[in-house]
């Protein structure tokens, strides 16, 4: 079979799909492998997946298992909540793991080589169309490769896309800035590096935490931009990131200079699609279901899809080694898109509930300081094992209304105001 994409996504699913038995071909666009970003959150649903896979080990000793994850005020900085990430762990059986994004990726591209997956570089897809056979895939310098199953793994801006709908990315408006600041500068040893921390703010947020054992700290500063609710084309520029966070209170204002300003991510989605199978050809990961990154699924949920396909392939396959496809790629569809698009539709309204200001943000973190330490009623549905059937997917939390929240008189008229 053809994987189509050498991301986080198309690797683990390469590596998934040969552990059943299966030859697979990788075929990646660029002329090598290897990631961009920073740092990555891998909640239990892709840690029980990395230690089935025997990769735990090897992850958490490339990253950093967090005590806790603090939600913060961006304007004053008082502490609003937090989860006891040790105790998390307990609960969900598996750790809570922060590792950089180049190193993940790293650790599923040898795990793919020692497998013996077939990695092809320089190998851009251009079209995808299924043979009387299986599937077949035109690349860039016209070569064609066919097998009997294609993953089209090949990202936000799939290619394979178009066999499922007719749309386009749908921009959010914000920008990501990333940067990494070395252990010896001051800033990395006045936080503590054994919790996750996020200050959420009026239409911005910034989130650090350790990564490579406390020998870096990794942040992210994240805000809507004016220029592109404007439309204008040249948005997310450095002059927006400081203006974005001049409100905010010294901490958030002091890691700003740690940023990378060269380079920014403009943050896009796709609304869901619940159709994610084309005869012989399949979507995996960002060309299924790409979201914003508020609740840090996205790399997650295309492990899942990996370990999930594999998992029904086994269960679908003959003594003589043979899988009826069309069994294992409807029990994918089954399950996977619906998952999917609950974490897509969350992604978007947690990152709302981030970005308030006004009466809606007091009333905001009232009902986050109200929370116990130790409530997993809005975790359950995500961190628990990834469902193989569609009977096996928890039930989704039950949404508090801001309007249940108690604001004292100050707060009401700073709203009014």
Same mark, same amino acid.
Request: glycine share 10%; hydrophobic share 40%; aromatic share 8%.
């Given at each position: 079979?053809?994987?189509?994409?050498?991301?986080?996504?198309?690797?683990?699913?390469?590596?998934?799909?040969?552990?059943?038995?299966?030859?697979?071909?990788?075929?990646?666009?660029?002329?090598?492998?290897?990631?961009?970003?920073?740092?990555?959150?891998?909640?239990?649903?892709?840690?029980?997946?990395?230690?089935?896979?025997?990769?735990?080990?090897?992850?958490?000793?490339?990253?950093?298992?967090?005590?806790?994850?603090?939600?913060?005020?961006?304007?004053?900085?008082?502490?609003?909540?937090?989860?006891?990430?040790?105790?998390?762990?307990?609960?969900?059986?598996?750790?809570?793991?922060?590792?950089?994004?180049?190193?993940?990726?790293?650790?599923?591209?040898?795990?793919?080589?020692?497998?013996?997956?077939?990695?092809?570089?320089?190998?851009?897809?251009?079209?995808?169309?299924?043979?009387?056979?299986?599937?077949?895939?035109?690349?860039?310098?016209?070569?064609?490769?066919?097998?009997?199953?294609?993953?089209?793994?090949?990202?936000?801006?799939?290619?394979?896309?178009?066999?499922?709908?007719?749309?386009?990315?749908?921009?959010?408006?914000?920008?990501?800035?990333?940067?990494?600041?070395?252990?010896?500068?001051?800033?990395?040893?006045?936080?503590?590096?054994?919790?996750?921390?996020?200050?959420?703010?009026?239409?911005?947020?910034?989130?650090?935490?350790?990564?490579?054992?406390?020998?870096?700290?990794?942040?992210?500063?994240?805000?809507?931009?004016?220029?592109?609710?404007?439309?204008?084309?040249?948005?997310?520029?450095?002059?927006?990131?400081?203006?974005?966070?001049?409100?905010?209170?010294?901490?958030?204002?002091?890691?700003?200079?740690?940023?990378?300003? $060269?380079?920014?991510?403009? =943050? /896009?989605?796709?609304? +869901?699609?619940?159709?994610?199978?084309? &005869?012989?050809? @399949? #979507?995996? *990961?960002?060309?299924?279901?790409?979201?914003?990154?508020?609740?840090?699924?996205?790399?997650?949920?295309?492990?899942?899809?990996?370990?999930?396909?594999?998992?029904?392939?086994?269960?679908?396959?003959?003594?003589?080694?043979?899988?009826?496809?069309?069994?294992?790629?409807?029990?994918?569809?089954?399950?996977?898109?619906?998952?999917?698009?609950?974490?897509?539709?969350?992604?978007?309204?947690?990152?709302?509930?981030?970005?308030?200001?006004?009466?809606?943000?007091?009333?905001?973190?009232?009902?986050?300081?109200?929370?116990?330490?130790?409530?997993?009623?809005?975790?359950?549905?995500?961190?628990?094992?990834?469902?193989?059937?569609? $009977?096996?997917?928890?039930? =989704? /939390?039950?949404?508090? +209304?801001?309007?249940?929240?108690?604001? &004292?008189?100050? @707060? #009401?008229? *700073?709203?009014?105001?």
């Amino acid at each position: 079979m053809i994987v189509v994409g050498g991301g986080i996504g198309g690797l683990g699913a390469a590596f998934s799909l040969t552990r059943q038995g299966l030859a697979v071909r990788l075929l990646e666009s660029a002329p090598a492998f290897g990631e961009v970003g920073a740092g990555i959150q891998l909640a239990p649903n892709c840690t029980r997946i990395l230690d089935d896979y025997g990769l735990l080990d090897e992850a958490k000793s490339l990253g950093v298992v967090p005590d806790a994850m603090v939600m913060r005020d961006a304007v004053d900085g008082e502490e609003l909540t937090r989860l006891d990430l040790r105790d998390l762990e307990s609960r969900y059986g598996y750790p809570y793991l922060v590792i950089h994004r180049s190193d993940l990726h790293g650790l599923l591209l040898r795990a793919c080589e020692r497998a013996g997956v077939e990695l092809i570089n320089d190998a851009q897809v251009t079209s995808y169309e299924n043979t009387d056979g299986g599937a077949r895939v035109t690349v860039a310098s016209g070569a064609t490769h066919e097998a009997g199953m294609v993953i089209a793994a090949d990202g936000l801006h799939s290619a394979a896309r178009k066999l499922f709908a007719h749309d386009q990315p749908v921009s959010s408006a914000y920008v990501a800035y990333r940067g990494t600041v070395p252990a010896e500068q001051q800033r990395v040893r006045s936080v503590d590096l054994s919790e996750v921390v996020v200050y959420i703010g009026p239409r911005c947020h910034f989130v650090h935490y350790g990564l490579r054992g406390g020998e870096m700290l990794n942040q992210v500063a994240v805000f809507e931009s004016p220029k592109a609710l404007a439309g204008r084309d040249d948005w997310g520029t450095p002059d927006e990131l400081d203006a974005a966070f001049a409100g905010t209170c010294g901490f958030v204002r002091d890691g700003l200079p740690f940023m990378w300003r $060269d380079k920014w991510w403009r =943050m /896009f989605d796709r609304n +869901p699609i619940m159709q994610w199978v084309h &005869g012989r050809i @399949a #979507l995996l *990961g960002d060309s299924a279901h790409p979201p914003l990154q508020y609740i840090a699924q996205g790399a997650i949920m295309a492990i899942e899809d990996g370990w999930v396909l594999g998992e029904h392939v086994a269960r679908n396959r003959a003594g003589d080694g043979t899988v009826d496809w069309a069994a294992a790629l409807a029990a994918y569809e089954a399950v996977r898109p619906e998952h999917c698009r609950r974490v897509l539709t969350t992604s978007r309204k947690w990152g709302e509930l981030w970005h308030l200001d006004g009466l809606a943000r007091e009333q905001r973190n009232a009902l986050l300081r109200a929370r116990d330490t130790y409530d997993y009623s809005f975790t359950d549905w995500l961190y628990g094992p990834t469902a193989l059937t569609p $009977d096996q997917e928890p039930e =989704m /939390f039950t949404p508090i +209304p801001l309007s249940s929240a108690a604001v &004292g008189e100050a @707060a #009401l008229a *700073g709203g009014a105001a």
